[in-house]
């Protein structure tokens, strides 16, 4: 396969598709190259379907739980495996790419897309972002991390402009992507619809080329999103490689190359690597089939390691299958369940499980179950719906109540405007509560809703997010001890949209979104201010309970560690714990979020086991960006290592010391006095050259009044003060400080 003969056309038909789920086809050197939306299920277009997006007709696959579950699994083994399927049955489809997974920050629980997203942290989202990626190119089918970058709402996304600072982009936004990049080598990378600080990604050449490239390593190909390239020469230069869907306006390259306005080795640079990605493609693994069953088991595995245990009250979970007991179901997400969001991750699912059918099977004879729909689809209740359920409801010993969001309310291409459940739904639940002494509520969500004004009303609640096709049968597993409880919130859940650290800034207006809140996202936010929420991040609950001792920090090298402790099952249930390594950063006054996390693991043991759990801190996990040196950078001085079951939660600490990177910025003119005064060079030069005369004051014999006063003054700026420090002065203390730090 090479491209050495083609001419400027081929070459420039290589850089957009040739319809729309397949790249161009050049006889005798490149095939056509299939891809195929698959964040959390395959959705191959039916070719006869007549529908050029594939969104009302695809092929059936398997529906796994969407990104908003996956992500609270916490579990990077199950998100290989699940790759691993995707690029089985993607194979089977006929698909070379799998255009996934999305990995964009949770800055805002109204974000329309949040279901196929992972996180509000990138450390989790990066590790399970690149297990996924991972398992999908185990079998040598492509993925697409998406969407390349800050894609954190749907209002306007096609023009957009996300102003976002350096040190929030690096910190928050690009190191899950980075992440990925250099631990999974993903084939494709795909750009995002909006703007970034005024530049569209997709012509964006410090994010694709500068970053991506340059900084990260990354190999593979730039894809844009579908519609996402407004100017096809200005985005080949930038670096982005194949335009998607074709616009027809591949003349529009070659018109550029032939008038002088693009170099034709760009050309020529972005069709290698669509060659290449074709080259690596040959070596996947060809199926023409999957075993269907197993797909659906490994769903409903991925459920129930996916939904969370918010509260338990009097420990009314689990249930007894076998117990004498009366038990109603009321809900029509029972029965007619939301498994997935809506948009072009949409998948016709093989099958689909209701937890209405999942509890009539596990349970014994001696179980009556009733059922009640309560609400429609829409969510709401009319006053026939809402007496069937509460008779249902007082002649039980518990209630199961399925609640949520309508479909209609979650989708790509806008965004929520509350984070409320539909009121018809909470009235349902207090008149429930008032005549059944347990109530438990299972909720159906791909973002986060409020449960601060109703959760007094229930006795449980477990989160169960859109859980995909086997998720009817994985509530019912957990419903009724068959497993416990293991998944861990990756969001926090605030006590009402208003406590959101992003609030006043989301969705922006006037073409541009202000991230006013810099990196103060999710629980960096609400954790540095110690503000009340309803639940933290990585809260969870277990149906048995674990003990954490014997905290070892050790050096292991220059800014490194080596983290141990043990984790013990007190209880008498196996179960999952998911251990978190925060890294704390005390300050009276916050110059960056409190604590972060670096690390996890999630382990099962069973009654009275326990293992060492071990965790390595890097110099990257204490530093942060700086904008003025363009590098990361550890500042010397104490940090604090915090194991704990979420972020609030904390259950053992260590305080150590680091040297910092041994970095000394560069005095000028224009640096502070206190800056001056701070450094070890710059601070004995002053001192030597103010000796006793007038400035002597300013450096220690004044007020400290008049000492901080003078701190903040550019150096340069006392030229005018009378104290010895003329532009000549200054220039000279300069060029000593540099001559001194001369090797």
């Not at 990066?126 to 991390?145: F, K, N, P």
């Not at 250099?182 to 990378?189: G, L």
């Not at 449980?460 to 416990?484: F, H, N, R, T, Y």
Request: with cysteine; charged share 25%; aromatic share 6%.
């Amino acid at each position: 396969m090479t491209q050495t003969d083609l001419t400027l056309e081929e070459k420039a038909s290589l850089t957009s598709g040739g319809d729309t789920w397949h790249t161009t086809t050049v006889p005798g050197v490149v095939r056509a190259l299939t891809l195929a939306d698959g964040p959390h299920g395959i959705r191959r277009q039916d070719e006869g379907s007549g529908d050029a997006l594939g969104l009302r007709h695809s092929l059936p696959a398997t529906c796994f739980p969407p990104a908003v579950a996956l992500g609270s699994s916490w579990d990077a083994d199950l998100l290989r495996r699940v790759g691993a399927a995707l690029a089985r049955e993607a194979s089977a489809l006929g698909a070379d790419v799998v255009l996934g997974p999305g990995v964009n920050i949770k800055r805002s629980p109204l974000c329309g897309r949040n279901f196929e997203y992972f996180a509000e942290d990138p450390h989790l989202t990066g590790a399970l972002g690149a297990a996924l990626v991972t398992g999908i190119q185990s079998l040598g089918i492509g993925a697409s991390v998406k969407h390349f970058a800050v894609n954190n709402q749907e209002t306007d996304r096609m023009r957009i402009s996300a102003d976002v600072d350096e040190q929030t982009l690096r910190e928050i936004y690009l190191p899950a992507f980075e992440h990925i990049v250099r631990e999974a080598r993903p084939y494709t990378v795909m750009c995002a619809y909006n703007k970034i600080n005024g530049v569209y990604a997709a012509q964006n050449h410090w994010l694709l080329t500068e970053v991506l490239r340059d900084e990260w390593g990354f190999d593979g190909l730039v894809v844009s999103d579908w519609g996402a390239v407004n100017d096809r020469v200005a985005a080949l230069e930038a670096g982005l490689d194949l335009e998607m869907p074709p616009t027809g306006t591949d003349g529009r390259i070659v018109d550029a190359v032939r008038s002088g306005r693009l170099d034709e080795r760009v050309v020529t640079r972005a069709a290698d690597r669509l060659l290449d990605l074709a080259r690596r493609l040959e070596s996947a693994e060809r199926f023409e089939d999957w075993d269907v069953e197993a797909h659906h088991d490994l769903a409903r595995e991925a459920g129930r390691g996916s939904a969370v245990l918010l509260k338990n009250d009097d420990t009314v979970l689990p249930l007894d299958p076998r117990a004498r007991q009366r038990v109603a179901v009321v809900g029509e997400f029972a029965r007619t369940p939301r498994y997935q969001g809506s948009g072009s991750s949409h998948v016709v699912p093989t099958r689909l499980d209701t937890a209405w059918d999942a509890l009539h099977a596990g349970v014994g004879p001696e179980t009556e179950l009733t059922f009640a729909a309560g609400y429609g689809l829409d969510g709401a209740a009319d006053d026939a719906m809402k007496a069937e359920a509460v008779g249902s409801a007082a002649r039980a010993d518990v209630a199961l109540v399925f609640l949520g969001l309508p479909d209609e309310v979650e989708s790509e291409g806008f965004d929520r405007t509350s984070i409320d459940l539909p009121q018809g739904q909470i009235d349902l639940l207090r008149r429930i509560a008032e005549v059944c002494p347990r109530v438990v509520v299972v909720l159906a969500n791909g973002g986060v809703v409020s449960v601060a004004d109703w959760q007094d009303s229930a006795s449980a609640i477990l989160e169960g997010w859109l859980l995909g096709q086997a998720g009817g049968s994985a509530i019912a597993d957990l419903l009724l001890g068959v497993c416990s409880p293991s998944g861990r919130l990756a969001e926090t859940i605030p006590n009402r949209l208003a406590d959101v650290s992003s609030f006043l800034h989301f969705p922006g207006a006037d073409g541009h979104v202000t991230y006013g809140e810099g990196r103060y996202v999710g629980y960096r936010y609400h954790d540095t201010l110690g503000t009340d929420v309803a639940y933290p991040f990585g809260h969870g609950l277990s149906y048995t309970r674990f003990e954490y001792s014997d905290l070892g920090v050790t050096e292991t090298g220059a800014n490194e560690w080596a983290v141990e402790l043990t984790v013990t099952n007190v209880g008498d249930r196996t179960g999952h714990e998911v251990v978190q390594l925060y890294v704390a950063f005390e300050e009276e006054t916050p110059t960056r979020p409190r604590h972060g996390l670096r690390g996890f693991s999630k382990v099962e043991l069973t009654p009275g086991a326990d293992t060492r759990v071990r965790f390595t801190v890097t110099g990257r996990d204490i530093a942060q960006w700086s904008v003025a040196r363009g590098a990361w950078k550890i500042d010397a001085g104490r940090f604090t290592v915090e194991v704990g079951a979420s972020s609030r939660d904390i259950r053992l600490r260590a305080e150590l010391t680091t040297p910092g990177d041994g970095h000394v910025t560069a005095l000028d003119g224009m640096s502070t006095l206190g800056e001056w005064l701070d450094h070890p060079v710059g601070g004995r030069v002053l001192a030597q050259r103010l000796g006793n005369g007038r400035g002597a004051a300013i450096l220690g014999g004044g007020s400290p009044a008049l000492l901080g006063l003078a701190r903040g003054i550019p150096l340069a700026k006392f030229s005018t003060f009378g104290i010895g420090l003329s532009a000549e002065v200054v220039g000279d203390l300069v060029a000593a400080v540099r001559d001194s730090e001369a090797p």
